[in-house]
């Protein structure tokens, strides 16, 4: 009989089938055994009676511990009891392997589950958090190849700083000192001159000294620039594609959403237009309604964004911040010299931006005083700079967080659990 899944079989409901995959939970009697198995579909109890096996089968089947592979063959049967609304009563099993005792039991350390992530990622959680990540970043890149970008990849060794030079990490490369990349900007600044729209959903670095819920040393972006687009072309693209993402996730991924005990009535209920405010008018809301006067000029902190964020909902766009603290790349708004052309998204619940993005600054002049001021060499940017020497034209992008988003999304208290092997300041095992 060939094989079908976890999932198949619960949709069949009734008949003769074979499943295959681990033991998930198991007890028993002197008469019954009760096996839950899983697969990368799902779970369902499987019965076991005694006097339809040998002593030898029983013994063998006495014996399989959780996490052995099995297959099995059986007749479905409606069940409410059943983890999962029905079970398979067994006529037949192979053990294909008897896995020694499992590690992994009730109620331990989040940090021994993170030392066994080679196993534990086998969990329920686990394996439904990845499921809503593969929508995150399917969703993004069918959202715009339907808005017709195309997918571009960049260089992941990279000469050069994009998001400042404290958080570079160095590689030797032959006998050259090379950096892994913080994001793709630079690259994908160049390239829309002759691709115009580009995305791509690729793997960053940055080594920042943090050790918090919220960072990583590596992670994944998905990034999209533009040309002809300025400031509010691009939040409303980046709320756009959120919106979709949503949308998906609840339609794809209903029952993972429920194993994490996330609401998905309030995703539901997260529609576009988001709401718009600037750097400015949220320190006058944290101010009015938080009573702290943050001075203008510093960066919102993660407890100032947590703030913002208790008064939404939804995400918030977050527009015009100081110009002095931005990196070299964002432009002065004329509207307002001391503020930039750029924008946060932040998510509600406390988990913070999820997204970065700007106009990008296309005066020469303007770059290398910015780069001057931040320390850098201007000759090593020379062939950024060439980018605005030759046709330059009004273009944006934006970096979407992909672990920050799937945190959100699937209500996670650390965004390690949003990535299947999480690298940190102090985490680089298994």
């Known amino acids: 009989m060939a094989f079908i899944s976890i999932q198949d079989a619960l949709q069949r409901g009734s008949g003769k089938v074979a499943i295959r995959g681990w033991i998930y939970r198991e007890r028993g009697s002197n008469e019954f055994k009760f096996i839950v198995l899983r697969d990368s579909t799902d779970i369902i109890q499987c019965v076991f009676k005694k006097e339809q096996f040998d002593a030898q089968q029983w013994e063998e089947l006495d014996k399989a511990l959780i996490e052995s592979s099995m297959e099995i063959e059986g007749t479905l049967h409606e069940d409410k009891r059943a983890p999962t609304g029905y079970e398979l009563r067994a006529t037949s099993f192979n053990v294909v392997q008897r896995a020694e005792k499992y590690p992994i039991t009730k109620d331990q350390s989040p940090e021994f589950l993170l030392d066994i992530r080679h196993l534990w990622i086998r969990s329920r959680k686990l394996a439904a958090v990845m499921k809503v990540r593969h929508t995150v970043m399917q969703a993004f890149r069918e959202f715009y190849v339907k808005n017709g970008y195309l997918e571009w990849a960049p260089p992941i060794l990279t000469p050069n700083a994009c998001e400042g030079g404290a958080t570079l990490f160095e590689v030797k490369y032959y006998k050259e000192k090379l950096y892994l990349t913080q994001s793709w900007q630079l690259y994908a600044e160049a ?116 703030l913002i964020m208790k008064h939404f909902d939804k995400p918030v766009i977050v527009t015009n911040y100081p110009k002095e603290i931005m990196a070299f790349y964002k432009p002065q708004d004329p509207k307002n010299p001391k503020t930039a052309l750029c924008f946060d998204m932040l998510a509600p619940e406390g988990y913070g931006e999820i997204i970065g993005g700007s106009q990008r600054d296309i005066d020469i002049e303007e770059l290398k005083k910015a780069l001057k001021k931040e320390g850098e060499k201007i000759e090593k940017y020379d062939w950024y700079l060439d980018t605005r020497r030759y046709g330059s034209v009004p273009h944006a992008g934006y970096g979407l967080g992909i672990e920050r988003v799937v945190a959100w999304l699937c209500k996670l208290d650390n965004i390690k659990d949003a990535i299947p092997f999480p690298r940190t300041m102090l985490r680089f095992r298994p």
Request: one cysteine or more; a neutral charge; glycine letters at 2%.
């Open 191 to 306: 390239a829309i001159f002759a691709l115009e729209k580009i995305f791509c959903i690729s793997p960053c670095f940055r080594a920042e000294r943090s050790k918090t819920s919220r960072h990583l040393s590596e992670f994944w972006m998905a990034e999209m620039e533009s040309a002809w687009m300025k400031l509010d072309d691009l939040a409303k693209s980046a709320e756009e594609c959120v919106a979709y993402i949503i949308e998906q996730v609840v339609k794809r991924n209903a029952k993972e959403l429920e194993i994490l005990g996330q609401d998905i009535s309030k995703l539901k209920k997260i529609t576009i237009p988001f709401p718009r405010i600037t750097y400015t008018e949220a320190l006058e809301l944290l101010k009015k309604k938080e009573k702290i006067d943050i001075s203008w000029g510093k960066d919102l902190r993660t407890i100032e964004e947590d």
